[in-house]
């Protein structure tokens, strides 16, 4: 990211708007054809100010092909999304620069959309103790996270056609990486997922708890958006962010956002799964879980997924099986379970 | 009568107990009234409150209060987020799940979805449901009722709670999580009181509200008094657009100059921002209109464009003739 602070700024459109020059940080000492852009700040008591700032790579045509836009960093400890934000700028500024006619469309890249959080490293909204994904579409929220909030949607609908929201799990389960679809949207979402290189496309119905995210409100807005989730919160598995940025990459040129001469590299065909075919493994009781099998392995029914111990007296309380063959695309990664916790989740190769 | 509702094995401690305390005037009495507290565990007014009222239904069940009888049945549910509250935190930092966005929940999810779904459970049967809470993270709330599209039987029981300022929601996207909104969509009559900060105890405020309490039991039926009937209040009742949010332009350090609850006129001063760094004054706050102040922030450190203070417009304001 370039030196905001030694970058020449102008005012263009209500956007606080700074541009690189020439003689602008010396890390960055010739044109990278990034704009950055402040969509929402709000100053700090302590000092400085909060911001959330978009990246953007502008088209060589007057009406861009498409404009696609990646978010991360609405829950602060996911930060896969956050290092495939720093893989997709890295690569769009050295494209810009050695091949600027490829850029047919417009891309935008929001890496860091709750700062707070990400700096410490938390869910929630530090000072607020709020989730910020559970703040879109409010119209009268008057706290920071959701009037940041606001601005988000207001300039992802501003900016974009497609969005790509990019979250890891929670601190307990580890993904394969995967898009998840609500059911109403998914005639416009299951074309645009099956070109992002993703292990598990899961189409489920929707429930309450989706209307206040940003996925929700955007593809209520007519903004096709696709909910990326992958590995788990506060870790970066480079092996999966790789396989999602070449899915990205893959995206911007199936859509015709870049125009690249040679021929794209082939990506997998994502399983397409219903809720039907999604076996849920829960744990019976409350101990340590100890997974014997890796995430993403093909299992058969009845193979051993792993065991809830019990710590203190030294006792195996359960085994966990497989119930059917299947892509074990979820697994438990912190250990401390209690009854009820999901395990594992598995795509079944046959429906029931 | 203390019943354990739920009681979920904890890997290294003591089970995750949920219990209720419920008593019965008649075998199948006509009405059922639930108050609940502690869904987030740093709000501990409620608590109070809830130990209060125990007391009191228990000596009404002992034949100790002689102007009291219980008719119907009153459940109480003292603590919800129960390892929120063990640690006295909003939250419970195993899932940072805000407990009021859990409803209706799941009684084969994990542990905060299985505790949502017993109070849904245990709470389907109500004719009336009050839950108790302060105001959020940073503020501090006059005591005050909050109602969503309020039916005649609503707002009798804020009539007889003997609080006079009632806010009426905003529409919200995550209204249908909350254990109230999950009450509203099934037609059980029922209310919010807000009142006081989160993490600190007032028993002056406890005890008024205690004897709104009640009250409200007797007018819905599940307490008979043969004491003299209270007089009903006269309710003022502000809808969102009656709210004056008065922001800061200034990231600082906020001084307060008023209390929560007071009665402000228009220009009269509510505080100040002064610099962190400098102690200068950066901004003066007055009310923008003559109006009740229902909400103050008591946490000082603010960020600009904050809510500093939420007024309730007299002009706005409906009445409900009773």
């Known amino acids: 990211m370039p030196c905001i602070s030694r970058l020449k700024k102008r005012k263009i459109r209500g956007y606080h708007e700074t541009k690189t020059g020439k003689s602008g940080c010396p890390s960055h000492g010739r044109e990278t054809g990034l704009k950055t852009h402040k969509?929402?700040?709000?100053?700090?008591?302590?000092?400085?100010?909060?911001?959330?700032?978009?990246?953007?790579?502008?088209?060589?045509?007057?009406?861009?092909?498409?404009?696609?836009?990646?978010?991360?960093?609405?829950?602060?400890?996911?930060?896969?999304?956050?290092?495939?934000?720093?893989?997709i700028i890295e690569t769009l500024r050295q494209l810009k620069a050695t091949r600027p006619q490829a850029f047919q469309g417009e891309v935008h890249v929001y890496p860091a959309v709750n700062p707070q959080a990400l700096s410490s490293a938390t869910r929630l909204w530090p000072f607020f103790s709020m989730d910020m994904n559970r703040k879109m579409g409010e119209k009268n929220g008057d706290s920071l996270p959701s009037g940041f909030a606001r601005s988000l949607v207001e300039d992802l609908q501003a900016s974009s056609d497609i969005v790509v929201d990019f979250h890891a799990s929670n601190l307990h389960l580890k993904e394969l990486p995967q898009i998840r679809i609500i059911e109403e949207f998914d005639k416009k979402l299951i074309p645009l997922a099956a070109l992002c290189n993703m292990d598990v496309v899961w189409v489920h119905p929707s429930a309450p708890v989706f209307e206040s995210t940003l996925g929700y409100n955007l593809n209520r807005k007519k903004i096709a958006a696709l909910v990326v989730?992958?590995?788990?919160?506060?870790?970066?598995h480079q092996e999966f962010c790789e396989q999602v940025f070449q899915g990205m990459i893959h995206l911007l040129r199936q859509t015709g956002v870049l125009d690249l001469a040679?021929?794209?590299?082939?990506?997998?065909?994502?399983?397409?799964?219903?809720p039907k075919q999604v076996a849920l493994i829960q744990a019976n009781h409350a101990g340590l879980f100890i997974s014997n099998v890796p995430l993403g392995a093909h299992v058969k029914k009845g193979d051993l997924l792993g065991k809830v111990v019990d710590a203190v007296r030294g006792e195996?309380?359960?085994t966990i099986a497989s119930p059917a063959d299947g892509l074990l695309f979820t697994l438990r990664e912190q250990p401390v379970t209690y009854q009820g916790a999901p395990l594992a989740r598995i795509a079944l190769q046959e429906i029931p | 009568?203390?019943?354990?509702?739920?009681?979920?094995?904890?890997?290294?401690?003591?089970?995750?107990?949920?219990?209720?305390?419920?008593?019965?005037?008649?075998?199948?009495?006509d009405d059922v009234l639930s108050i609940v507290s502690g869904l987030h565990g740093d709000q501990v007014n409620g608590l109070y409150l809830n130990s209060l009222l125990t007391r009191f239904l228990d000596r009404v069940v002992e034949g100790l209060e002689a102007d009291f009888k219980l008719k119907g049945r009153v459940q109480i549910f003292p603590v919800v987020n129960i390892q929120a509250a063990q640690s006295g935190s909003r939250v419970w930092s195993f899932d940072d799940l805000d407990f009021d966005l859990a409803f209706p929940g799941n009684d084969k999810g994990e542990t905060t979805e299985r505790i949502a779904r017993a109070i849904v459970t245990h709470t389907s049967d109500s004719t009336h449901g009050v839950i108790l809470k302060t105001a959020n993270h940073l503020y501090e709330d006059a005591p005050h009722?909050?109602?969503?599209?309020?039916?005649?039987?609503?707002?009798?029981m804020a009539q007889n709670l003997g609080l006079s300022v009632v806010r009426k929601l905003p529409d919200s996207t995550t209204f249908q999580l909350s254990l109230f909104g999950h009450w509203r969509e099934n037609d059980i009559p029922s209310l919010i009181i807000?009142?006081?900060?989160?993490?600190?105890?007032?028993?002056?405020?406890?005890?008024?509200?205690?004897?709104?309490?009640?009250d409200l039991m007797v007018h819905t039926g599940v307490l008979t008094t043969s004491g003299n009937k209270k007089q009903v209040a006269k309710l003022q009742i502000y809808p969102a657009n009656a709210e004056h949010n008065i922001i800061s332009s200034h990231a600082g350090l906020f001084v307060g100059e008023v209390k929560v609850g007071s009665c402000l006129r228009q220009g009269q001063k509510i505080g100040e921002m002064r610099s962190i760094d400098t102690g200068e004054t950066l901004e003066e706050y007055a009310a923008p209109v003559d109006g009740h102040l229902i909400t103050?922030?008591?946490?000082?450190?603010?960020?600009?464009?904050?809510?500093?203070?939420?007024?309730?417009?007299?002009k706005k304001q409906g009445f409900w003739p009773f």
């Open chain 2, 145 to 156: 009722i909050q109602l969503a599209d309020p039916d005649r039987p609503t707002k009798k």
């Open chain 2, 194 to 214: 807000s009142a006081g900060e989160p993490r600190t105890l007032d028993r002056s405020l406890c005890d008024s509200l205690f004897t709104g309490l009640v």
């Open chain 1, 39 to 87: 969509i929402a700040s709000r100053k700090n008591p302590l000092g400085g100010s909060i911001e959330i700032i978009k990246q953007t790579f502008s088209s060589i045509r007057s009406k861009p092909v498409k404009r696609i836009s990646f978010v991360a960093g609405l829950h602060g400890d996911e930060l896969e999304g956050v290092y495939l934000c720093h893989r």
């Open chain 1, 229 to 236: 989730e992958t590995g788990i919160c506060l870790r970066i």
């Open chain 1, 316 to 318: 195996v309380l359960e």
């Open chain 1, 262 to 274: 040679d021929p794209p590299p082939k990506i997998k065909q994502p399983l397409l799964i219903h």
């Open chain 2, 1 to 29: 009568m203390k019943e354990t509702l739920l009681s979920i094995p904890s890997p290294f401690g003591p089970a995750v107990t949920l219990y209720k305390n419920w008593w019965e005037g008649s075998k199948s009495p």
């Open chain 2, 296 to 314: 103050l922030r008591n946490y000082p450190v603010t960020f600009e464009k904050e809510s500093i203070a939420t007024l309730l417009s007299d």
